[in-house]
C-alpha cells in the first residue's frame, strides 16, 4: 500500500497561483487512480480533481475547471495539482487520495489511501 505526502500549499493573493505535489512511496504507485479533495473550516471534504492511472484521463469538479490541472509523473511517483486564477473560496485544506482501481471516484469513500493535507489560504 503507498503511503502519500502533499507538499506546496502556502498563502496567495487572489488571482495568484500554487503547485501542489502529492509524493507517493511503493513500486505499486502507477496501479493507483489519484485524486485531490479540499476541505473548508466547518465544511465537508469535497471533490477537486481526479486522474486515471493512465495519466491522462482526468477530471474536475465544475468550480475549479478551467482553473485547475491536474497531472502526475509515474517515474516520479508524484501526482500534482496546478492552481491558477486561485480565489479566497478555494482556501481549504488540500488532501490527496489514492484510490487501487482502474476508474477514479468523487466521494471520500471511494479511495482507500490519505496524505495528512496541505493547506491553501487565498486572500482577497
Known amino acids: 500500500q503507498v503511503q502519500l505526502i502533499e507538499s506546496g500549499g502556502g498563502l496567495v493573493q487572489a488571482g495568484g497561483s500554487l503547485r501542489l505535489s502529492c509524493a507517493g512511496s511503493g513500486r505499486s504507485f502507477s496501479n493507483y487512480a489519484m485524486g485531490w479533495f479540499r476541505q473548508a473550516p466547518g465544511k465537508e471534504r469535497e471533490f477537486v480533481a481526479a486522474?486515471?492511472?493512465?495519466?491522462?484521463?482526468?477530471y474536475y469538479a465544475d468550480s475549479v475547471k478551467g482553473r485547475f490541472t491536474i497531472s502526475r509523473d509515474s517515474a516520479q511517483n508524484t501526482v500534482y495539482l496546478q492552481m491558477n486564477s486561485l480565489r479566497p473560496e478555494d482556501t481549504a485544506v488540500y488532501y490527496c487520495?489514492?484510490?487501487?482501481?482502474?476508474?477514479?471516484?468523487?466521494?471520500?469513500?471511494?479511495?482507500?489511501?490519505w496524505g495528512q493535507g496541505t493547506q491553501v489560504t487565498v486572500s482577497s
Open positions: 487520495a489514492a484510490r487501487n482501481a482502474l476508474g477514479v471516484g468523487y466521494a471520500t469513500s471511494q479511495y482507500d489511501v
Open positions: 486522474i486515471r492511472r493512465n495519466g491522462i484521463t482526468t
